[in-house]
């Protein structure tokens, strides 16, 4: 909410009402137990893709690392 007149000069009012109806909806069905998440990963070649996420874990340590470094210029 406090970027919609950001998200609104990119995009439109409708966009920006029909995101808040989405992530509204999302969230309440987050808390009420009834959303599930999932995650596919299609490859054309078996190992493309990791058997394990840990590269993920990895992946969002070093994401931090760096807001952090930004955080403290």
């Given at each position: 909410m406090?970027?919609?007149n950001k998200a609104e000069a990119i995009y439109d009012a409708r966009f920006c009402?029909?995101?808040?109806?989405?992530l509204?909806?999302?969230?309440l069905g987050f808390f009420n137990g009834s959303n599930m998440n999932y995650q596919i990963i299609v490859?054309?070649?078996?190992?493309?893709?990791?058997i394990v996420r840990d590269y993920i874990i990895e992946n969002e340590r070093a994401l931090l690392k760096r807001e952090k470094v930004n955080q403290s210029d």
């Amino acid at each position: 909410m406090a970027n919609w007149n950001k998200a609104e000069a990119i995009y439109d009012a409708r966009f920006c009402r029909m995101m808040e109806f989405y992530l509204a909806s999302v969230m309440l069905g987050f808390f009420n137990g009834s959303n599930m998440n999932y995650q596919i990963i299609v490859a054309l070649k078996r190992d493309a893709v990791p058997i394990v996420r840990d590269y993920i874990i990895e992946n969002e340590r070093a994401l931090l690392k760096r807001e952090k470094v930004n955080q403290s210029d």
